[in-house]
Structure formats: C-alpha cells, structure tokens
C-alpha cells in the first residue's frame, strides 16, 4: 500500500574552530541508516511472507503454518522500483522490527504496518526481476474476522490494536563501509487494547483477576 524504507544520512556537525570567522564549517558526512515502514495488505497468500519475516519459518501441518515469537530473526531484501524514471533501489540485510494490526471492524480493506531496520541502500540500472511471480490475491476484509478471548467471542468488538516487536536495535558501525552492521535481536514483546460494547462484566472481570489469557 505505501513504504517509507530507505537510507538516510544524517549530516555530522563539524567541531572544529579557528577558520577567522563564525561560520560554521561544511558538515561531514556520517553512517546512513536504513529504516522506515512498510503498509501492506492483508491477504492469505503474500502476508506469509512478512510473518516469517517477523517470526521466523512456521511450523506446517498440511494448509495450517503456525509462527511463534521468540526464534531467529531472518534478513531479507527488498527492491523499491520506479520502471518509467527509470529508478531501481535495492535494500539489504532488512530485519523486521515490529507489525500493528488494527482492530476496527469498520475498516474494509484491512491492512498491517511493518517496520524493518537494516541494512543497505544501493541504486541500480536494472529491474531485479524483470517477470515478478504474483501470487492470486485474496484480501481479508474486517467483516469477516472473529475475534476470541480465551476460546469465546470477545463480545461486540468496536476497535483495538495489536503490535509486536522484536525490539531490534541499530547496529554498529563498521570500518570499510557508510552502512550500520546487522541489527541486534531484542526481547520479544505483544501490546495492544481491545475495545468492546459494555454489554456485560466477562472481560472485565479477567481484568480484574489479573490471569493471563489467550487471544486468537
């Protein structure tokens, strides 16, 4: 739907003084990072992709994949193309740092907000591949979703969020190159809020007993 990733660098105050006036001197050049957001659709076939990004390989059993928090971290690359500029932009080393899922029922076309951290920022002269294989699109619309609390329907849901983030953190500069080494692999950790119609005291009654629960 919309990206933001790219590298950006951020110009470095030149300390010195002595050149005779008050000016400040040129800036000089420092690390350029590669970050930024990307909004993607929510669909059957292509959201596999950023989950695995965010979670790692699931586990299969026939159609079902199951992901789970708390395992390797892969890095992958993206190509960010414009064929009639022509512009080709290919960004590496990209690890995903977070995904946040709304909860609004109201919203049709469903989408999922990724934030990565990496990598690379290089220009290319050519497409990365000229032929592209597009998976049939099939979308997830917010009414069709259910929404269950420990196994039961979470009531009349009119809106929330969820986020889960791998805590990344930049990584290091190195000798030899502008770019931030492979980032490093935080704690793991799920937040959000749920919004429901105040039609009975089930939900807050788990709020109040403070036990752990399931969300599916």
Do not use: Y
């Not at 080709?88 to 919203?107: A, I, W």
């Not at 951290?117 to 699109?137: F, H, I, N, W, Y």
């Not at 259910?146 to 930049?170: K, Y």
Request: a negative charge; hydrophobic letters at 40%.
């Amino acid at each position: 739907v919309s990206s933001t990733v790219g590298g950006e660098e951020e110009q470095a105050e030149e300390p010195a003084i002595g050149f005779g006036n008050r000016e400040p001197a040129m800036p000089l050049e420092s690390n350029i990072a590669v970050d930024g957001d990307v909004v993607v659709p929510l669909d059957v076939h292509d959201f596999r992709f950023w989950l695995q990004g965010a979670f790692g390989a699931p586990e299969t059993v026939g159609n079902v994949h199951a992901f789970a928090s708390g395992g390797h971290v892969p890095s992958f690359a993206l190509s960010v193309e414009h064929p009639k500029v022509p512009a080709f932009r290919r960004l590496g080393g990209l690890m995903v740092n977070s995904l946040s899922l709304s909860l609004d029922p109201g919203e049709t076309a469903k989408n999922c907000t990724i934030s990565v951290l990496g990598g690379s920022d290089v220009r290319a002269t050519v497409t990365a591949d000229a032929t592209p294989t597009q998976a049939p699109r099939e979308r997830l619309v917010g009414q069709t979703g259910t929404l269950q609390i420990d196994g039961a329907p979470a009531g009349v849901v009119i809106g929330g969020e969820v986020s889960f983030t791998n805590n990344l953190e930049q990584g290091a500069r190195q000798f030899g190159t502008r770019f931030f080494g492979e980032p490093s692999v935080g704690r793991t950790g799920f937040t959000g809020n749920v919004v429901v119609r105040f039609q009975d005291t089930a939900l807050l009654d788990k709020a109040e007993a403070g036990a752990p629960i399931s969300l599916t």
